[in-house]
């Protein structure tokens, strides 16, 4: 029994370390590829969710999660346009700075229109209750949310290294002297990652609005532990940044249930304990000054 009530702790642990994946995945393409530590991505988490729960009130539950990403994703081509590409040689601090100026301009435009006061939504009724799989008892939600991750994080790797599209991006992130060399502008892909980026946190938010309280300053909660994945998986690393945001929900999720005031620190302390042993983390490039 202790056995059985510890692996339904885990997978609890892998939805949790799911929705850890779809904010923190973007938020690794975007610095990848552009340099850009993006202090905003939160902002786009919390919209996903705002428009979901608007979406849900016309056209159901359903057209909300898919159309949401979408929406979000088209700020995010102005996003791209008018703030982050005057910054991609500039330093990184500048980058810093104005994208966490705009986390707090898009917070406050936030209460603006939908007030302080959190929001409700509601799990579908065709998502309620829970099944039996063997001798464990799931949450149908749940299971449709580790379904919907998997998926998109199967698309993205695919996308990524299967198409023409992910060559020259990954060759962009490894040697953008030589695609420039080749006339290849990267500008354009550089806009697509952050579509891409940007509505995977959409998608996060729209998928997690159900669960999770949605309030304006929900981006600012979620980007913290966001780049605590990115740390642990190692930066520039796509499976290292898998790995580390299902570890952390794992961690995160037996943990609360064990000693439930110590959920917040374990992931810091996980943290810690990586870059104690690694400080690229765990499947990020050698860091010469420090190993």
Do not use: C
Request: aromatic share 10%; net charge positive.
């Amino acid at each position: 029994m202790q056995f059985d009530f510890l692996l339904e702790q885990v997978v609890n642990g892998l939805v949790l370390g799911g929705y850890y994946l779809l904010i923190a995945l973007g938020l690794s393409l975007i610095f990848s590829v552009g340099g850009i530590v993006n202090l905003a991505h939160g902002a786009f988490y919390a919209l996903g969710a705002y428009a979901s729960v608007e979406i849900t009130h016309y056209l159901g539950f359903g057209p909300a999660v898919m159309l949401s990403p979408v929406v979000v994703a088209l700020l995010g081509i102005l996003f791209e346009r008018f703030i982050l590409r005057r910054f991609y040689t500039a330093d990184p601090i500048l980058s810093l700075l104005v994208t966490f100026g705009v986390a707090m301009i898009a917070e406050q435009t936030i209460r603006i229109i939908w007030g302080a006061a959190p929001l409700s939504a509601s799990i579908p009724p065709a998502f309620r209750g829970s099944v039996f799989i063997g001798d464990f008892l799931f949450s149908r939600y749940r299971l449709l949310i580790l379904a919907v991750v998997a998926a998109a994080l199967v698309g993205v790797w695919l996308l990524l290294h299967k198409t023409s599209f992910g060559r020259v991006v990954r060759a962009g992130i490894q040697r953008p002297d030589m695609v420039a060399a080749l006339g290849i502008r990267l500008q354009p892909y550089m806009t697509a990652i952050v579509m891409l980026g940007v509505g995977m946190a959409a998608l996060g938010g729209a998928l997690f609005a159900p669960i999770t309280i949605v309030h304006p300053a929900m981006g600012a909660e979620i980007v913290t532990v966001a780049f605590v994945v990115v740390v642990i998986g190692g930066l520039g690393s796509f499976w290292g940044v898998v790995i580390a945001a299902l570890l952390v929900g794992v961690v995160r999720g037996i943990t609360i249930h064990f000693v439930p005031a110590a959920g917040e620190a374990s992931i810091y302390i996980l943290m810690f304990l990586v870059l104690l042993v690694r400080p690229r983390g765990l499947l990020g490039e050698r860091i010469e000054k420090f190993e």
